[in-house]
C-alpha cells in the first residue's frame, strides 16, 4: 500500500545530544557508570526498538502548495529498514500528532523514519531521515530526540531491544 520512496536526507547527521560528558572528554559511552553523568547509548547494539512520539508537518509542501486541497494533511510515519518497517495510524487534517507508536528491528546498516501524508492512491512525503545504525547506537536509550527541517519535525525515542 505504501510507495516509501527512499528520500535519502541528512544520514549520519544529528550525531549530537546525548552525551553529557562527565570527565575524560573522550568519545567513549556507554556504561563508565560516572556518577552526575547522563551517558546513554550502545556500543555494540542492532536490535532496536524505535518509537514515533510525535511529529508536525509544515503548513503547506515545498511548492506552496496544500497537502491536501483545502486542508491539512494526515499524518502517519513509517519507521524501520526497507525489509522490516511498520506504520503508525493516520491523524487526519492536522499538522502535528503524538503517535507513540514503535516498531522493533535489527538494523544491520541504517534504518529510516517518515512523515507523510496519508492520500486515496499516492501518498505524500513529508519529510524523513535515514538512521544509521552509527546514529541508533549513539541515541539509544538517550529519551526523546527531535529531528526537525524547516517546521517540521519527528521526535522519536530509540530503545534496545
Ligand atoms: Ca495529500
Ligand atoms: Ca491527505
Do not use: K
Not at 26 to 54: H, K, N, Q, Y
Amino acid at each position: 500500500m505504501l510507495f516509501i520512496h527512499r528520500i535519502l536526507l541528512f544520514s549520519g547527521l544529528f550525531m549530537v545530544g546525548c552525551f553529557s560528558s562527565s570527565g575524560g572528554g573522550s568519545d567513549s559511552w556507554g556504561d563508565t557508570g560516572d556518577a552526575g553523568g547522563s551517558l546513554c547509548g550502545s556500543e555494540t547494539a542492532t536490535a532496536f526498538r524505535i518509537t514515533a512520539i510525535s511529529a508536525t508537518a509544515p503548513e503547506r509542501q515545498s511548492d506552496g502548495a496544500d497537502w491536501d486541497v483545502g486542508s491539512y494533511p494526515d499524518l502517519f510515519v513509517c519507521m524501520g529498514t526497507d525489509d522490516d518497517y511498520a506504520c503508525t495510524q493516520t491523524a487526519s487534517d492536522t499538522l502535528s500528532a503524538t503517535f507513540n507508536s514503535y516498531h522493533d528491528v535489527t538494523v544491520l546498516d541504517e534504518g529510516f523514519i517518515q512523515l507523510w501524508d496519508e492520500d486515496l492512491t499516492d501518498h505524500d512525503f513529508i519529510l524523513g531521515w535515514n538512521l544509521a545504525l552509527s546514529w541508533l547506537r549513539l541515541n539509544a536509550e538517550c529519551g526523546q530526540v527531535p529531528l526537525m527541517e524547516g517546521d517540521g519535525s519527528i521526535v522519536l525515542e530509540v530503545n534496545v531491544i
